[in-house]
């Protein structure tokens, strides 16, 4: 089984990577990694190594070559690749996506050792930064490969860890890919935390939105957790860093007794 994990900065992929490696035995190639390592061995900060590498493509051939090479050599072990762009040069993989709102993004790289590395002085400077350095690796990215990782649409799930803790995300990535690798009709999934769904303004909340200490709490006491509702899908528009609720309104007064960290949700296009 190959997993490839993609996400947005500060998402905690590399953890979750980690936390499947060491609960379900796989072996981690990181690519985030080899980039890092590059950066310190010449003096720079990933966002400039990144700037670098739009002009000088030999550090992207090098890790896509040798990312190719590994999952060829080793199609019948269990291997998880953390990297941006490895769900592209993975011959088969179940694709993930860890996606995290700004906020909280800047937040975890704040307390996180390589906010020192990247001497962020404070959120809103790591914010700024993050966003910066998103959009340079995309630039990059498209230039080379005309592709955008941003897209999910190129996932088989993409998974919300903005109010979701690490092993939880992990739990469920292991589940789904063990339903991709099992089931050849597997259906694509979105899921995301209640706390990120919004209304409009011609709409009413009301409070099927629950507070992130009251979806820990319900997970904790269910003892066959309810990671989300396999039937009830939300439709969604993307705005900004929320997901404003276009339809299936009926189906989110049910919520609360779901007691689930995650809503699936289908983004639609205006």
Same mark, same amino acid.
């Given at each position: ?16 990577a ?7 035995n796989?072996?981690?190639y ?25 002009s =000088? ?5 090098? $890790?896509?070559? @040798?990312? &190719?090479?590994?999952?060829? !050599? /080793?199609?019948?072990?269990n ?14 993989s ?11 993004a800047?937040?975890r ?15 809103e400077e ?16 498209k230039d080379?490969?005309?592709?955008n ?15 979701? =803790? ?5 739990? $469920?990535?292991? @589940?789904? &890919?063990?339903?991709?690798? !099992? /089931?050849?009709?597997?259906r694509p ?21 629950s ?5 820990t ?14 039937d009830?899908?939300?439709k969604?528009k ?14 989110i007064?049910?919520?609360p ?11 639609v296009?205006?």
């Open positions: 089984m190959h997993i490839t994990i993609t996400g947005n900065l500060g998402s905690g992929k590399s953890t979750v980690r936390l499947l490696s060491e609960k379900y796989f072996e981690v990181s690519t985030g990694k080899i980039q890092r390592e590059l950066a310190r061995q010449m003096n720079l900060s990933t966002l400039e190594l990144n700037q670098l590498m739009m =000088d493509r030999k550090y992207d051939h090098m $890790i896509d070559d @040798e990312t &190719a090479r590994i999952s060829r !050599e /080793n199609k019948d072990k291997i998880i690749f953390d990297s941006r762009l490895a769900w592209h040069f993975v011959e088969h179940f694709k993930v996506f860890v996606s995290v709102s700004l906020d909280v800047a937040e790289i704040m307390n996180d050792q390589r906010g020192a590395v990247e001497k962020y002085s404070s959120v790591a914010k700024r930064l993050i966003a910066e350095r998103a959009k340079t690796e995309s630039i990059r990215y080379i490969y005309n592709l990782y941003m897209d999910f649409s190129n996932y088989d799930l993409v998974i919300d860890s903005t109010y979701c =803790d690490p092993q939880t995300i992990a739990d $469920i990535i292991m @589940e789904e &890919a063990k339903a991709f690798y !099992e /089931n050849p009709q597997y999934k979105m899921l995301v935390s209640p706390n990120r769904l919004k209304f409009d303004d011609n709409q009413k909340a009301g409070s099927f939105i507070a992130e200490n009251e979806n709490l319900a997970l904790e006491n269910n003892k066959t957790p309810v990671f989300y509702d396999k009830i899908i939300i969604v993307r705005q900004d860093d929320s997901y404003i609720i276009v339809d299936n309104f009926d189906n007064k049910n919520l007794g779901l007691k689930a960290c995650f809503v699936q949700i289908e983004i296009k205006d």
